[in-house]
C-alpha cells in the first residue's frame, strides 16, 4: 500500500506540475517508476520531462556556488575537480530515457574514463563502450558490467585479450568479420558489424565519422555485397554518425540508414545508435529521442543500444588553476599553471573557448586577459577573457565543463605535472582520487 500511495502522490504532484516530483520519481523502485509512466497520459509524459529537465538545472545552478567556495579554499592547483552529484544528475536522464524505452545505455570511456566514480555510475548503466584492449580491460575490471568494444582494426596479438574482457565485439569490415568472428563466436562474444549510415552533419571533417573516405563503417555497397554470407555471424548492426548534436540530427541519419539497411535489421538482435547524442544539454530534446527508439523498435523488434560518453560528465567537472604571473605585450597575459596543449588539448585541437566562472568575451567586461599556460609552446593560449575585477597573481580560474575529453587525453608535454583528480562526494566531501608527480612522467619516457 505504501508504494500504491507514493505512485498516487507522483501522478498528483505531476499535473500540479510541482518540481519537486522529479526527486520523488528518481526515488522510485524500477517497478513503480513503470507504473507511474503508465499511469500518465500523452501531456503528463511530457510535464514530468519537462520537471526532470528543470530540477536537474536548479541542481547543477546551485552547484556552480559549491565550486567556486571550493576553488578559494587552499586546494592544490591544477585539479580536475569531478562533481560526483552533478554526474548522477546526467545519470538520472538517461534512466528516464531507458524507463521511456527500454533502451540499454553505454558509457563511452573514450570520453571519459575516472573509475573513481563508476560505482554510482553502473547503477544506472547497462556497462562501456571501449575503443580497444586497454579501455576493454578498464570497464571489465572497473565498471564491471557488459563490456561493447568497436576499433577499426584489431591486431592478432591482442584480439584474444579483447575477447576475453568483452560481451560484444564489433567489426569495421568483412576481412575482420572472416578473420576474427568464428574465435569471438566460439567464446561466447556477441558480434556486431559497423556500418555507415549514409548520413551525418558534424561540421568538423576531423570530427565527422562519415566524411568523404572515412575509414570507419561498412558502407552500403560493400554491406549488400556481402552481407547474406555472413548473416548468421552477426548480432547487431552499430553506426556513429554524431558529434554533441540533438535528436533531431538523429532522426534523419535514421532515416538514411534504415532506407540503406532496413531490410536487413528484423533478423538482428540488436542496433546500436551510437554516440554523440547530447542527452544531457539543457535544450536537448528528450521527448523525440524517445519516440525514435520506440517506433525503431516496434518496426523492427530489436534492442536499441545508445553509447553517449560526453552526456554522461556534461557539466560536471572543472579544471581550476591558478595565476602564476602577469606579463605584457601589447594585452595582458597571465600565465596559468594549467595548460592548454597538455591539459586541456582539445581547445586546441577542435578547436573552442571554454567558459572561465565569473568572465566574459574579451571587452565585454573592464579587464581583459588572455590565458595562457606554462609550456615553451607560444600557441598555448586559451583564450582572451574580460573581468570584472584585474586578475591578480594566486588568483583562481576555474575552466567549466573539463570532466570530458580532457583527463582522458592530457600529456606531460614539457614535463609539466598533470592535474591531480578530486571528487565532490555526495554531502560534500572532498576526495583527492590521484595525485601525479615525476615517476608518471617518467615511465612514459624510456
Same mark, same amino acid.
Given at each position: 500500500?505504501?508504494?500504491?500511495?507514493?505512485?498516487?502522490?507522483?501522478?498528483?504532484?505531476?499535473?500540479?506540475?510541482?518540481?519537486?516530483?522529479?526527486?520523488?520519481?528518481?526515488? *522510485?523502485?524500477? =517497478? #513503480?517508476? @513503470? &507504473?507511474?509512466?503508465?499511469?500518465? /497520459? %500523452?501531456?503528463? +509524459?511530457?510535464?514530468?520531462?519537462? *520537471?526532470?529537465? =528543470? #530540477?536537474? @538545472? &536548479?541542481?547543477?545552478?546551485?552547484? /556552480? %556556488?559549491?565550486? +567556486?567556495?571550493?576553488?578559494?579554499?587552499?586546494?592544490?592547483?591544477?585539479?580536475?575537480?569531478?562533481?560526483?552529484?552533478?554526474?548522477?544528475?546526467?545519470?538520472?536522464?538517461?534512466?528516464?530515457?531507458?524507463?521511456?524505452?527500454?533502451?540499454?545505455?553505454?558509457?563511452?570511456?573514450?570520453?571519459?574514463?575516472?573509475?573513481?566514480?563508476?560505482?554510482?555510475?553502473?547503477?544506472?548503466?547497462?556497462?562501456?563502450?571501449?575503443?580497444?584492449?586497454?579501455?576493454?580491460?578498464?570497464?571489465?575490471?572497473?565498471?564491471?558490467?557488459?563490456?561493447?568494444?568497436?576499433?577499426?582494426?584489431?591486431?592478432?596479438?591482442?584480439?584474444?585479450?579483447?575477447?576475453?574482457?568483452?560481451?560484444?565485439?564489433?567489426?569495421?569490415?568483412?576481412?575482420?568479420?572472416?578473420?576474427?568472428?568464428?574465435?569471438?563466436?566460439?567464446?561466447?562474444?556477441?558480434?556486431?558489424?559497423?556500418?555507415?549510415?549514409?548520413?551525418?552533419?558534424?561540421?568538423?571533417?576531423?570530427?565527422?565519422?562519415?566524411?568523404?573516405?572515412?575509414?570507419?563503417?561498412?558502407?552500403?555497397?560493400?554491406?549488400?555485397?556481402?552481407?547474406?554470407?555472413?548473416?548468421?555471424?552477426?548480432?547487431?548492426?552499430?553506426?556513429?554518425?554524431?558529434?554533441?548534436?540533438?535528436?533531431?540530427?538523429?532522426?534523419?541519419?535514421?532515416?538514411?540508414?534504415?532506407?540503406?539497411?532496413?531490410?536487413?535489421?528484423?533478423?538482428?538482435?540488436?542496433?546500436?545508435?551510437?554516440?554523440?547524442?547530447?542527452?544531457?544539454?539543457?535544450?536537448?530534446?528528450?521527448?523525440?529521442?524517445?519516440?525514435?527508439?520506440?517506433?525503431?523498435?516496434?518496426?523492427?523488434?530489436?534492442?536499441?543500444?545508445?553509447?553517449?560518453?560526453?552526456?554522461?560528465?556534461?557539466?560536471?567537472?572543472?579544471?581550476?588553476?591558478?595565476?602564476?604571473?602577469?606579463?605584457?605585450?601589447?594585452?595582458?597575459?597571465?600565465?596559468?599553471?594549467?595548460?592548454?596543449?597538455?591539459?586541456?588539448?582539445?581547445?586546441?585541437?577542435?578547436?573552442?573557448?571554454?567558459?572561465?566562472?565569473?568572465?566574459?568575451?574579451?571587452?565585454?567586461?573592464?579587464?581583459?586577459?588572455?590565458?595562457?599556460?606554462?609550456?615553451?609552446?607560444?600557441?598555448?593560449?586559451?583564450?582572451?577573457?574580460?573581468?570584472?575585477?584585474?586578475?591578480?597573481?594566486?588568483?583562481?580560474?576555474?575552466?567549466?565543463?573539463?570532466?570530458?575529453?580532457?583527463?582522458?587525453?592530457?600529456?606531460?608535454?614539457?614535463?609539466?605535472?598533470?592535474?591531480?583528480?578530486?571528487?565532490?562526494?555526495?554531502?560534500?566531501?572532498?576526495?583527492?582520487?590521484?595525485?601525479?608527480?615525476?615517476?608518471?612522467?617518467?615511465?612514459?619516457?624510456?
Amino acid at each position: 500500500m505504501a508504494a500504491e500511495k507514493k505512485i498516487e502522490e507522483m501522478i498528483r504532484a505531476v499535473a500540479a506540475k510541482d518540481i519537486g516530483s522529479a526527486g520523488r520519481y528518481h526515488a *522510485l523502485s524500477a =517497478e #513503480s517508476r @513503470r &507504473k507511474v509512466l503508465g499511469a500518465l /497520459d %500523452k501531456n503528463g +509524459l511530457k510535464a514530468l520531462t519537462q *520537471l526532470i529537465k =528543470e #530540477s536537474k @538545472r &536548479k541542481s547543477f545552478k546551485v552547484a /556552480d %556556488k559549491r565550486i +567556486l567556495d571550493i576553488a578559494k579554499g587552499d586546494m592544490a592547483t591544477p585539479v580536475y575537480l569531478l562533481d560526483e552529484t552533478l554526474i548522477e544528475e546526467n545519470m538520472r536522464i538517461m534512466q528516464y530515457v531507458k524507463d521511456r524505452t527500454g533502451c540499454r545505455m553505454l558509457h563511452a570511456l573514450k570520453a571519459y574514463a575516472s573509475f573513481a566514480t563508476f560505482p554510482m555510475m553502473r547503477r544506472y548503466l547497462e556497462g562501456v563502450c571501449a575503443s580497444g584492449l586497454h579501455e576493454a580491460r578498464l570497464g571489465s575490471e572497473e565498471f564491471k558490467k557488459e563490456v561493447h568494444t568497436f576499433a577499426a582494426a584489431y591486431s592478432g596479438k591482442e584480439i584474444g585479450q579483447i575477447l576475453k574482457r568483452s560481451d560484444v565485439i564489433i567489426f569495421n569490415s568483412f576481412h575482420q568479420l572472416r578473420q576474427y568472428g568464428p574465435i569471438a563466436r566460439a567464446r561466447g562474444v556477441e558480434i556486431g558489424l559497423r556500418v555507415d549510415p549514409g548520413h551525418s552533419e558534424v561540421a568538423a571533417e576531423m570530427y565527422n565519422p562519415c566524411g568523404p573516405n572515412s575509414r570507419l563503417g561498412v558502407v552500403c555497397n560493400a554491406f549488400k555485397e556481402e552481407f547474406q554470407a555472413h548473416r548468421e555471424m552477426v548480432d547487431g548492426l552499430h553506426f556513429h554518425a554524431m558529434c554533441e548534436q540533438n535528436s533531431d540530427v538523429l532522426e534523419r541519419i535514421l532515416r538514411s540508414f534504415e532506407k540503406l539497411y532496413g531490410q536487413y535489421i528484423r533478423r538482428l538482435k540488436w542496433v546500436n545508435f551510437g554516440g554523440g547524442h547530447h542527452i544531457t544539454r539543457d535544450d536537448y530534446d528528450l521527448e523525440r529521442l524517445i519516440r525514435l527508439i520506440n517506433a525503431f523498435k516496434k518496426r523492427y523488434g530489436v534492442q536499441v543500444y545508445l553509447e553517449p560518453g560526453e552526456a554522461s560528465v556534461l557539466n560536471a567537472g572543472v579544471l581550476i588553476s591558478t595565476v602564476l604571473d602577469i606579463v605584457k605585450n601589447n594585452m595582458e597575459i597571465a600565465i596559468m599553471d594549467a595548460s592548454a596543449e597538455a591539459h586541456m588539448p582539445d581547445v586546441l585541437l577542435m578547436p573552442y573557448r571554454p567558459h572561465v566562472m565569473g568572465s566574459a568575451p574579451a571587452g565585454r567586461k573592464r579587464y581583459t586577459y588572455r590565458l595562457a599556460g606554462p609550456s615553451c609552446l607560444a600557441g598555448d593560449v586559451v583564450g582572451d577573457y574580460s573581468f570584472d575585477k584585474p586578475l591578480k597573481r594566486g588568483d583562481r580560474l576555474i575552466f567549466a565543463d573539463m570532466a570530458l575529453y580532457s583527463i582522458v587525453k592530457n600529456t606531460t608535454f614539457n614535463g609539466i605535472n598533470l592535474p591531480d583528480i578530486a571528487v565532490i562526494r555526495e554531502g560534500g566531501k572532498i576526495e583527492a582520487v590521484r595525485r601525479f608527480g615525476y615517476r608518471d612522467y617518467r615511465n612514459r619516457q624510456s
